[in-house]
């Protein structure tokens, strides 16, 4: 597949980022370097790196899609409740354990998804407290019901999930 200039921006842009984005937002990122790039042009090359296979989108709960380059591997996101900021999470994943394990009642785990949720170092800087956050209007929804759930809660959210 030969690399237009569009493309080189949107993919670049997607390597640059720090967590999964939508395609607006990535419209937003990917125009700073080409300022005559379309939010059209942008849907048209993420469905193309997509289905290349160079390109994966990430599924959050009450979100919009996301988009993020692939081949980075098993992990996880995390959403702050604040800004919506959608960041990468490093390092061991916390539930690693549960693969291959068989639950109470018979169930067998084959994979997990998980999202944590809190506040960004930009918005935990303004608002340090629990109390500050639900004030902003945050409330607990399917990602949290699970993230916080019990375990049989979160591998059921999705059994079959590889990401
Ligand atoms: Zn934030
Ligand atoms: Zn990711
Ligand atoms: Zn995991």
């Known amino acids: 597949m030969r690399r237009t200039p569009q ?4 993919l670049d842009a997607l390597e640059a980022a720090d967590g999964p ?3 607006r937002e990535l419209h937003e990122r990917a125009r700073a370097r080409l300022p005559s790039l379309g939010l059209a ?6 469905s193309r790196l997509e289905q290349g296979g160079r390109v994966v989108a990430v599924h959050l709960a009450q979100d919009a899609v996301r988009y993020e380059p692939a081949g980075r591997g098993h992990h ?3 959403r702050c409740v604040r800004c919506s900021a959608v960041l990468e999470l490093d390092g061991a994943c916390p539930v690693a354990m549960l693969e291959g394990a068989t639950l109470p009642g018979g169930l067998t785990v084959l994979g997990h998804e ?7 170092p930009a918005c935990s800087g303004a608002a340090t ?5 639900a004030a902003a209007g945050a409330t607990p929804n399917a990602d949290a019901a699970s993230a916080a759930g019990t375990l049989a809660g979160v591998v ?3 059994s079959a999930g590889t990401l």
Do not use: I, M, P, W
Not at 114 to 120: N, Q, S
Not at 129 to 133: G, L, M
């Open 129 to 133: 407290s629990a109390t500050a956050v």
């Open 76 to 78: 996880h996101h995390f």
């Open 156 to 158: 059921a959210a999705d």
């Open 41 to 46: 042009t942008v849907y048209r090359h993420l």
């Open 21 to 23: 984005l939508t395609a």
């Open 7 to 10: 493309q080189h921006a949107v």
């Open 114 to 120: 998980l999202t944590l949720f809190g506040l960004c």
